[in-house]
């Protein structure tokens, strides 16, 4: 009895302390896409860094999903989204033109996208009112 005891007592601890450090140690978005169109959508964000523009993606964003795809307390005022649906279709698009990648990629520079081998593409201006977190919303069309 007392083995069992024991046993019990252990176990309960280890599941306090696996609680405690997963309450002490919450994971944070400070800038997430959320999906809500019909469809999966890809995603890749743009901002400036050290004085220059950095692009990245892609995220994968599944239908009523959302990605942390900036983990850091936002530091801009101005963070810049491009999305395509899963036949490359932009999904979500705007009026400033920075660089992609066809694959998994990090680009430094908006410039000259297609003589250093990317692709250009419209991203959407997200204004995030200075805050440090931010969420944003994919819509289908018309969807609000």
Request: some cysteine.
């Amino acid at each position: 009895m007392t083995g069992r005891l024991s046993l019990i007592n252990t176990s309960f601890a280890a599941a306090i302390c696996v609680a405690g450090a997963t309450i002490s140690t919450p994971a944070r978005a400070e800038f997430a896409v959320c999906n809500q169109s019909f469809d999966v959508i890809n995603v890749a964000i743009a901002q400036s860094v050290g004085g220059q523009f950095h692009t990245e993606g892609w995220w994968t964003i599944g239908t009523n999903q959302c990605a942390n795809v900036i983990k850091n307390e936002l530091s801009n005022r101005y963070i810049y989204v491009y999305a395509t649906d899963v036949f490359g279709q932009p999904i979500l698009d705007g009026t400033v033109s920075m660089c992609i990648g066809a694959k998994a990629f990090e680009i430094d520079g908006i410039e000259n996208c297609w003589e250093r081998g990317h692709k250009a593409a419209m991203f959407h201006e997200v204004d995030t009112q200075a805050t440090v977190r931010w969420t944003l919303f994919v819509t289908p069309p018309g969807g609000g």
